[in-house]
């Protein structure tokens, strides 16, 4: 879908908010994706999702040229929308029905990564229970939900802190959890816009914590360090791992792929992809928009190309 192919302003409807646990996430990116669209010259129809579907289809009533998909989470990046808009025939940004839903869920996600050759955690699915009874692996090791986004629910178990059983106890994410070896050394990541990687990102996190919510979305989080300053073979091999997991799930648009890269011996280190994020932050602090800007893209630009690469029944 190209704009330059149109005598006519296109009508873009935003999808943000939604009901999943990253509604605060979306709601910011929603709004930086309206203000950015309109000055690209798009006409925006913003649409705050809730819990009544019928309401947005209402919303989507007439048909708009695109949507704009700024949702996070359970129902905005797991197929569920993707499934609703594709049935009516509205083209989308982002990832269609079957890649949402893979790379949601990441059991399903890391076996077709490692099917494709792709470095992965060692780990494994462990119900609930069995977590409160006994360390699933040896310390230290994380847990994460199977399907959430944001690393919300990731918890990482270290040696002699007792709160496996806490965990354990407290677990909102359903009967199973995915428990994987914990990597130590730094946090990278890479943007993907469509078979382009853009650049290689070190994360700092706050205090030395992981890259959790906070770290994510909290002013002063964290810092990014772009280009990072890892060694070329790794930069390399970081930028060619992101477009390959892109590939094997069949992602389309943007996309952002995570990394834990363990230098703790020297360079070049263990590189280990975590997982594919189809729906990547559009806050003021999030790292595809700055990855663009490292590549003279601006917000506006990148929102636009979004749109222009809409489709749908992919």
Known sequence: MSR?????????????GGISTEREVSLCSGLQVVAALREAGFEVIPVEVGDDLGAVLAALTPKPDAVFNALHGRFGEDGAIQGVLDWIGVPYTHSGVRASAVAMDKVAAKALFAAAGLPVARGRTVDVA???????????YVVKPVSEGSSV??????????????????????KAAMVEEYIPGRELTVG??????????EILADAGVFYDYESKYAD??????????VHPDTYAQAMDMAVAAHRALGCRGATRCDFR????????GRLVLLEI?????LTPTSLLPEQAAHLGVS?????????ENAACRV
Do not use: K
């Open 299 to 307: 917000f506006p630009q990148l929102c636009a190309w979004m749109v």
């Open 4 to 16: 330059t192919s149109m005598s006519r302003t296109l009508r873009v409807a935003v999808l943000y």
């Open 192 to 201: 993907v816009m469509g078979d382009r990687a853009l650049a290689v990102t």
């Open 130 to 140: 069995e977590l409160e009874a006994a360390d699933p692996l040896p310390l230290p």
């Open 153 to 174: 629910g990731v918890e990482i178990i270290r040696a002699g802190d007792n709160r496996r059983i806490e965990v354990a106890r407290t677990w909102r994410f359903g």
């Open 277 to 281: 994020n189809t729906q990547p932050g």
């Open 220 to 229: 002063g989080g964290s810092r990014h360090v772009i280009p990072a300053t």
């Open 261 to 268: 890269y363990d230098d703790t011996l020297g360079e070049p």
